[in-house]
């Protein structure tokens, strides 16, 4: 069953497109004149020029907004598109989740007739510089450094691709793993956790002992005290990168 069946139930309540990082991908997707969305999940961040979403979850699909492109259920490992189908062909934060993901990028370049546009993280950065999995959760930085991959091997599986950081503004809108990271209370409800996948796919009974130690850290003042430096900053870097690949 795919996974985004049982957690992406919510979804669409935490996950709302950022604008600063949609138009981050706008301006990587460049003078495309179509665009085909692989790993779709609820279509955040599809540009107007978008023909089709590819996404193996019902569940996700059945979040899409009225007037979104039309999706199909499929996989990123057998893409039912045509050699050539889109001038750029988008995959964002999903490349983690795919069985093969050699596979699956050797089909956004069958299937990408000029530029393919990835995001993904550095997970070695990711653990270094954010202090929840650092800190407090390392269980899920576990987690996600079995199904991470280097940026680098992207990069070459992609045939060469330029990386760009994302900035995770302190505000931001998308709730993924990092996007609350100077609003620290928000780790503490169920409802942020089901939509971050490290976290409920690590399961909250395996999380329990640090999310316990961070609810008294931020009830004693520890959290503020210990991370003061961060709630000065509009925006981190803690490793989201977008990827960008001509063909």
Do not use: K
Request: proline share 7%; charged share 25%; aromatic share 8%.
């Amino acid at each position: 069953m795919n996974i985004y069946d049982t957690i992406g139930t919510s979804y669409v309540h935490t996950r709302q497109p950022d604008p600063r990082i949609a138009a981050q991908i706008h301006a990587a997707l460049g003078d495309a004149s179509d665009v085909i969305n692989i790993g779709a999940g609820s279509g955040s961040y599809e540009p107007p020029q978008t023909v089709l979403a590819v996404e193996p979850s019902e569940v996700m699909i059945a979040q899409r907004p009225p007037g979104a492109a039309p999706a199909v259920r499929a996989v990123a490992e057998r893409l039912p598109v045509r050699d050539g189908a889109a001038d750029a062909v988008m995959a964002l934060l999903t490349i983690h989740h795919w069985t093969d993901p050699e596979a699956g990028i050797a089909e956004l370049r069958r299937i990408a007739r000029r530029r393919i546009v990835v995001l993904t993280w550095d997970q070695q950065v990711f653990r270094e510089r954010f202090w929840l999995v650092r800190d407090y959760l390392p269980q899920a930085a576990e987690f996600d450094d079995e199904r991470a991959m280097p940026i680098d091997v992207v990069a070459e599986l992609l045939g060469g691709a330029w990386q760009e950081p994302v900035p995770i503004p302190h505000d931001c809108t998308d709730g993924f793993g990092a996007a609350f990271w100077r609003r620290p209370q928000a780790y503490l409800d169920p409802r942020v956790r089901a939509g971050i996948s490290m976290l409920a796919q690590t399961g909250d009974a395996a999380l329990a002992p640090g999310l316990a130690a961070l609810e008294d850290d931020l009830n004693t003042g520890r959290w503020q005290d210990r991370y003061a430096d961060l709630l000065a900053l509009d925006s981190i870097d803690v490793g989201y990168r977008l990827l960008v690949a001509e063909l």
